[in-house]
């Protein structure tokens, strides 16, 4: 029997990357999972590959998904166990050359996404938890950027760096519902937002809009060598260290951002 058997989960822009091995992982050990994102073929493929897992095409950045999401997890599953707060993308700009536009894209699906999704469970947990209640997990995700900054990623840093003000303040909120509520900054992992270019940055097509991602042979090597363990991480270490705090082990912490990034300090 898994670690999670009987749990449900949700993991928002689990259609690839980190998101989409963090389902895995949670499946693998037994619990059910919705599968957010916001392109629906990913989405579903995920959920299609993993026992009892249920789709759920939508964009976060719409003020109705997170109360849509929480509403549809417990139609189908009848509670929540835990919650990940994984989507997300990178927009890059120089702040002279920062638009609102940019500035209020990343703030949206970085914090007020997370917000949204959390107020919608916090009103359900308030009618449906206490301290003796099953003990439930949520893990939001933040970045070293959002911890020491990085060029060129001002409103991602920016909105990286409120998560870890939303999870502390929650895991003070919500201890009283027997919650526990952490965040896991990572450094640089192997996915699309990191993939390989030759001379170009790569595009990723967020919304039907273009976003330039991805990183030169140059910054991967860099990255690779500023871990002690000489290599950046892989979707799957991403996965394994949300799962560390989903797991009845961690269930005396809270409030804390634990730092997966192969070492890398600032
Ligand atoms: N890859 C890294 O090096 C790295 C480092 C630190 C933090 N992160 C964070 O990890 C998270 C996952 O990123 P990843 O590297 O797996 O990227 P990814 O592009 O492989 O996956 C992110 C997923 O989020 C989905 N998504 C984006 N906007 C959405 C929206 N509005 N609604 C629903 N889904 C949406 C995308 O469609 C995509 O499938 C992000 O929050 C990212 O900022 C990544």
């Not at 469970?121 to 003990?135: E, P, Q, T, V």
């Not at 790569?202 to 039907?208: D, H, M, R, S, T």
């Amino acid at each position: 029997m898994g670690d999670l058997e009987g749990k449900f989960a949700l993991v928002t822009g689990a259609g690839r990357g980190i998101g989409a091995a963090t389902a895995k992982k949670l499946s693998d050990a037994g619990a059910r999972v919705i599968v957010n994102d916001l392109d629906a073929d990913v989405a579903t493929e995920v959920a299609a590959g993993l026992p009892g897992a249920v789709a759920a095409p939508a964009d976060l950045t719409d003020p109705d998904t997170g109360d849509a999401l929480i509403a549809l997890a417990l139609e189908q599953f009848g509670g929540l166990d835990i919650v990940v707060n994984n989507a997300g993308y990178i927009w890059h700009s120089a702040i002279h050359n920062m638009t609102d536009e940019q500035w209020d894209a990343m703030l949206d699906i970085h914090i007020s996404a997370q917000f949204r999704v959390l107020r919608a469970y916090g009103r359900w947990l308030r009618k449906n938890a206490d301290r003796s209640s099953d003990i439930r997990k949520v893990v939001n995700i933040s970045s070293t950027m959002g911890l020491h900054g990085g060029p060129t990623q001002l409103a991602y840093s920016a909105g990286k760096a409120a998560v870890v003000g939303l999870t502390r303040t929650l895991a003070k909120e919500w201890g009283r519902f027997n919650v526990t509520v952490n965040a896991v900054a990572f450094g640089a992992i192997d996915t699309r937002l990191t993939s390989p270019y030759a001379t170009e940055p790569n595009i990723a097509i967020v919304k039907g809009q273009e976003r330039k991602v991805g990183l030169s042979h140059q910054q991967i090597e860099e990255a690779n060598n500023a871990s002690p363990l000489g290599r950046i991480g892989s979707a799957e270490d991403a996965a394994n260290a949300i799962y560390l705090m989903c797991i009845p082990e961690s269930n005396w912490i809270t409030g804390e951002v634990l730092l997966a990034s192969g070492g890398v300090r600032s």
